[in-house]
C-alpha cells in the first residue's frame, strides 16, 4: 500500500505515544509548507486514518510536526528536567516513488528524537 | 536491482570528488591519511583517526557533533546552519561545516552569544551525500534536515549528538 504513515514510540516511558498532536504539512511549489491535517495519535501511538492515503501519494516533500512539548508537559511531575528536544519537532522526508509506502516512526524522549523509513 | 537503490560503494571517480570537495573546505579541515582514504574502501570516506573527545568541565557553550552511519564515518564536511526561534521566525545565526572530526572547528555558541532559546541546527544531507556519490532516489527521503532544541539555562553546556544515514537520523543531548 502507498502513502505515509507514523508511529510515535515515547521510548522515556517505554510505551506508543498516545495523544500526541501530528501536524501534516506538504511543500508547495513556491518552497512553502502548506498544513494539509492536523491529527492525534490512538493509544497504540499511530494514527486511526493514513497520514496520506494512497490515492493521494505523489511525489514531493513533506513534514510531520510532533507536539512533544505538551505531550510531555502533560507527565509534568515525572520529569526532572525541563526538555531538551523542542515543543515542535518537524521531520521532513520525501516521496521519490508514489507507488510505495512510507512508514516514518519518531522515537522520542524528553532529550532525544530518532526517525527512519520504516515498514 | 533498480535505479532507486543506494549503495555505499563509491567508484574511484566519486572518491576523488569527495576529496576535491573537502579540498575546497580547507586542506586543515582533513584528517591526516584522508588522500590516503582516496584509494581505500570507499565505506570509510573520511577515515576514523580522530578518537573521541571529553569536553567534561569546559565552560558554557554549545557544541555540535555530526556522525554518518551510513559510511561508519564522522560527518566530514557536512554544512550546519545554526539559527535561532526569535519570537516570531526562525533567524539564521551561522552556516559552519564539520571537520575531519566531524565537529565544526569552533563551538557554535559561545561566551556572550550563548544564550538560553529555541534553536535549530539544520543538517545540509542533500549536499553530504551527493559529494559522497551516494546513489540516491530523488527527491532523496532526507535532504535538509532540521534538528530543533532548547538551551533553557546558558550556565550549563550543550553539546548536540547527531546520527545520520540517507535513510534515518538521531539527535540528543549528549556530552
Known sequence: MAGISTHVLDNFNGRPGAGMRIDFSAREKDGSWKLVKTMTTNADGRTDQPVLAPEAAAVGEYELSFHL??????????????????????????????????????????????????? | MKDDTISPQADSMQRRGVLRAGLLMGGAALAPGFAAAADAPAAAPAGLTVAPNSQAGVSPRLTVHAIDTFHGATGAGLKLDLSRFDGERWQLLKTVRANAGGR???????????????????????????????????????????????????AQRVHLAALFSPWGYSYYRGS
Open chain 2, 104 to 154: 565544526p572547528a569552533e563551538p557554535l555558541l559561545i561566551g556572550d552569544a550563548y544564550r538560553s532559546g529555541r534553536y535549530e541546527v539544520l543538517l545540509h544531507l542533500d549536499e553530504y551525500f551527493a559529494q559522497m556519490g551516494a546513489k540516491l532516489p530523488q527527491p532523496s527521503f532526507l535532504s535538509k534536515v532540521p534538528l530543533r532544541f532548547v538551551i533553557q539555562d546558558a
Open chain 1, 69 to 119: 512539548g505538551d505531550f510531555y508537559e502533560r507527565q509534568g511531575a515525572r520529569l526532572a528536567d525541563p526538555l531538551f528536544v523542542d515543543k515542535v519537532v518537524p521531520l521532513r522526508f520525501a516521496i521519490f516513488d508514489a507507488k510505495q509506502h512510507y512508514h516514518v516512526p519518531m522515537l522520542c524522549t524528553p532529550w532525544s528524537c530518532s526517525t527512519y523509513r520504516g515498514s
